[in-house]
């Protein structure tokens, strides 16, 4: 893990290194240039020092680091490049999971293909978990023993495993039933919520179970999950691609875009299923996912499809055009729907790449805080 100069985030982190192009704005890949400045050092590949590579001794940097940062996870990479083995994701997010301390951004230019690797590997949340104003379960989080046995099993499965559903309890010595040995949960002392105890020092009628690792294919309620655009087309793909994630994660998902390098004016109006969809002479169905998206329940809750915008030019030799006025058309959206603005990099008045620029004589750092900030209340 290494400190880094990207604004937005305190540290970088690559369990993953290596990636493959995908797309316009990968022309001028720094990622790229940079393993190559460190072929044969660094745990980078001599002959193809930007081929997909795990390196699972990374994995406990994160835990190691206890004061509270942000972290790019994978800038190195693309998670969800098609070389990256599942198993591999899942040991990253069993790690992020395991440091409640950090929050996390994980950035990717397949934004379908994130989609769907997450709801397989990285969306289920507490018991009754299709509750989706119902956040993810944290570190230390508690719940009675009963509940854990009898509503929904936590999913841990063992190696080996010929599960058809791929939920049922294999914990061993557990003769298939969750009880006190659960590589899951352990037993707890007490119950946060302060209830009687009895003798033993367990709450009355309850035996308490605290959370100490991630439940299968369990969500991180400190990640966020973001898609880098670069124009109108990428942008309506992306945020298609993650109004579908905002559906199925429910509100406390922290959902990001960064327009960087953004390589031509774009707008978030946007048809609701595209030209495609729409038969001759029918009026078109607009939305934006900066609008918000109601999901019912008690309380109610109503969050934007995206919880943050970040913008930045193109940085580095032979970086092509960007004009002020693209940032400020989409800072102005951003204003106006309520979403947080991050105006990374631009240009000076000489053309130069310029971090955190002023634009209309401020500049523009806003984030979500009840994301980065636990103690301030937000989404969830």
């Known amino acids: 893990m290494a400190r880094t100069k990207i604004p937005w985030a305190d540290r970088t982190w690559n369990p993953v290194t290596g990636c ?16 190559n400045r460190l072929r044969g050092r660094f745990g980078y590949p001599q002959d193809k020092p930007f081929s997909v590579t795990f390196h699972e001794d990374r994995l406990q940097e994160i835990t190691r680091r206890q004061k509270p940062a942000c972290i790019f996870a994978g800038s190195m990479t693309d998670f969800y490049h098609p070389g990256v083995w599942a198993k591999w994701r899942r040991q990253i997010w069993d790690a992020m ?91 707890a002392d007490t119950d946060s919520d302060g209830r009687e105890l009895d003798d033993d020092g367990m709450p009355i009628d309850h035996e308490w179970m605290e959370c100490y690792a991630r439940v299968r294919d369990g969500a991180a309620a400190n990640v966020a999950l973001g898609f880098s655009a670069w124009d109108q087309a990428s942008l309506e793909r992306g945020s298609r691609a993650l109004r579908r994630l905002r559906w199925e994660l429910g509100p406390w998902a922290m ?9 031509s004016p774009v707008t978030f109006r946007m048809e609701y299923y595209g030209d495609q969809y729409r038969e001759p002479g029918d009026e078109p169905h607009w ?12 309380p109610r809750v109503d969050v934007p499809i995206l919880n943050q915008v970040i913008l930045g030019c193109e940085s ?43 634009l209309d004589g401020r500049t523009w750092t806003e984030r979500p805080e009840w994301f980065f900030n636990p103690e301030v209340k937000g989404n969830a």
């Open 20 to 35: 493959t192009p995908c797309s316009p704005a990968c022309e001028h890949c720094y990622a790229k240039r940079m393993a």
């Open 97 to 187: 999971w395991a440091c409640g301390q950090h929050r996390f951004m994980v950035l990717t230019k397949r934004p379908e293909r994130m989609v769907k690797c997450v709801l397989q590997e990285a969306s289920r949340r507490q018991f009754g978990w299709t509750h989706t104003t119902r956040p993810p379960w944290r570190p230390g989080d508690d719940a009675a023993l009963e509940d854990i046995y009898y509503r929904d099993q936590c999913g841990w499965v063992g190696e080996g495993s010929t599960s058809e559903s791929g939920w049922d309890c294999e914990h061993p010595d557990s003769d298939g039933e969750c009880n006190i040995e659960c590589p899951i949960f352990c037993q």
């Open 255 to 263: 959902l990001f875009v960064s327009l960087e390098p953004l390589l």
């Open 287 to 298: 939305w934006s996912p900066l609008d918000l998206y109601t999901f019912e329940g008690l």
């Open 316 to 358: 580095g030799p032979n970086r092509r055009p960007f004009q002020a006025e693209w940032a400020r058309d989409i800072r102005d959206q951003c204003i106006v729907a309520g979403v947080p603005f991050f105006y990374k990099q631009g240009h000076d008045s000489n053309g130069k790449v310029e971090h955190i620029p002023l």
